[in-house]
């Protein structure tokens, strides 16, 4: 009964385990783009390269501030160095063999502190400028990656509510023609309808099947591409909770229209122009190797001399040594290398100015790219829901003719087709018009 308990228990626990993971995660397309920015690897990524940015401040900052070094000791002599004497420097007659001494101790001992300071620099002051240069371009970065991840997660989470519009069109169509295909199949079982009449709706309703589970592959497979970019594991079921209404309701057509391009507020013209001004740094930097370098130091230590290893006795000497000094060096002559490395510099600066412009003729040119397309992109969803009006009205149409025997199953078919082609073209229509639209925001809302 015991055994029989505690399996029940364990069965009971993994149940509700199973049923816990079974439990769809509800998303909105907000909810995605937060789950991203935490699980991503990008967005993890973009963290990790601002606090590298952090740190390179402070390892500049550092080369400016006491370095204080400690040191530890000791040689023992193995065999003390032998020093030859003449025998003359004692007062022997001419001609005496010269004296082999050997002089120290066998063990010697040494601790000490050191402390150095950097007085003046050029190198350093502008280091410190450029360094602070980086951490903000990286926060920049940071915000512009924020902005990817958003763009990304967003047309993957409409991607996969297009394709779910598409499946659920195409069923649709499924209801209805199975509901005809039941109507006549009755007829021609009274004799009223002819076979040929049931096998070319029966056909039909095949060829739509196999477009609905393909079209229910392509959205499943476009729910794992959700997933991946939000750094999700593919097993993991989710419920879209923002329908394509929602989704293109999020922000007004003309208010998105009326939007000018800003580039004071362009992070990726922010970027571009930041990295003039780091080449900047990077051509003054080369600058200051042509100044001069004042530093100071403090050198303190105490030295002990012993015949055996007795460092620690309380009655034997140690001997103090203290020094300090200032050091200044002045660059002279590097053959020249030094210019050519400041006009390589300030070239290089030049091509970041020259990327600027581009960048500022490529934004505008995007900007009016986008809006263009936009309203294209609206035209044509406009003429592709007004054809799926027409083809929804004709194909009732030929449906009540050919219930009341006044037209064919092959007009019906046709009609029917007709108005899956102005389906698919609008779910064509309707992606296209939604990725327009992002790709608009990308452009004018970059900041």
């Not at 963290?47 to 040689?75: C, R, Y």
């Not at 101790?105 to 620099?121: R, T, Y």
Request: proline content about 2%; hydrophobic content about 40%; glycine content about 4%.
């Amino acid at each position: 009964m015991r055994n029989l308990l505690i399996l029940t228990i364990s069965l009971f626990i993994s149940s509700l385990a199973l049923a816990q993971e079974s439990v769809p995660m509800d998303l909105g397309v907000e909810d995605a783009v937060k789950y991203a920015w935490e699980n991503s690897q990008k967005a993890k990524t973009a963290a990790i390269d601002v606090e590298q940015a952090k740190k390179d401040v402070w390892i500049q900052t550092a080369k400016g501030l006491p370095i204080v070094k400690g040191s530890f000791g000791f040689n023992n002599f193995v065999d003390l160095p032998t020093s030859i004497i003449p025998a003359e420097a004692f007062g022997a007659p001419a001609g005496t063999p010269n004296i082999e001494a050997q002089f120290g101790q066998a063990w010697s001992m040494e601790a000490g502190i050191n402390v150095g300071l950097q007085l003046f620099d050029g190198s350093y002051i502008i280091g410190l400028q450029a360094v602070k240069g980086l951490k903000k371009m990286t926060a920049d970065q940071q915000k512009m990656t924020m902005n990817e991840v958003k763009t990304i997660i967003a047309q993957a989470y409409y991607t996969a509510q297009v394709a779910k519009e598409n499946v659920r069109l195409l069923n649709e169509n499924i209801t209805n023609i199975e509901k005809t295909l039941s109507e006549t199949s009755a007829l021609y079982n009274e004799g009223f309808a002819e076979e040929m009449d049931v096998e070319q709706l029966d056909l039909l309703i095949n060829q739509i099947k196999n477009r609905a589970r393909q079209a229910d592959r392509q959205h499943q497979a476009t729910l794992n591409l959700l997933k991946y970019q939000m750094g999700m594991p593919v097993d993991n079921k989710i419920t879209l909770t923002d329908d394509l209404e929602t989704l293109w309701a999020m922000q007004s057509d003309q208010e998105l229209l009326n939007m000018e391009l800003d580039l004071n507020n362009n992070l990726q013209y922010s970027l571009v122009k930041q990295d003039v001004v780091m080449q900047g740094y990077l051509a003054k930097i080369e600058e200051s190797k042509y100044y001069p370098q004042l530093n100071a130091f403090f050198d303190y230590r105490q030295q002990a001399f012993r015949d055996d290893f007795s460092f620690f006795a309380i009655d034997q000497p140690w001997f103090p040594q203290t020094l300090w000094g200032v050091k200044l060096s002045v660059p002279i002559w590097d053959n020249l290398g030094g210019v050519a490395s400041i006009k390589r510099a300030k070239l290089e600066q030049q091509k970041a100015k020259n990327r600027l412009v581009d960048t500022e003729n490529a934004l505008k040119l995007q900007a009016i790219t986008a809006k263009d397309d936009f309203n294209s992109a609206l035209e044509q969803l406009q003429t592709s829901q007004n054809n799926i009006n027409l083809a929804t009205r004709i194909k009732e149409k030929m449906l009540i003719r050919y219930q009341e025997g006044m037209s064919t199953s092959m007009e019906l078919t046709t009609a029917e087709n007709q108005l899956i082609q102005a389906q698919t073209e609008y779910i064509n229509t309707l992606f296209t018009a939604m990725d327009a639209k992002i790709q608009m925001k990308v452009v004018l809302e970059n900041n």
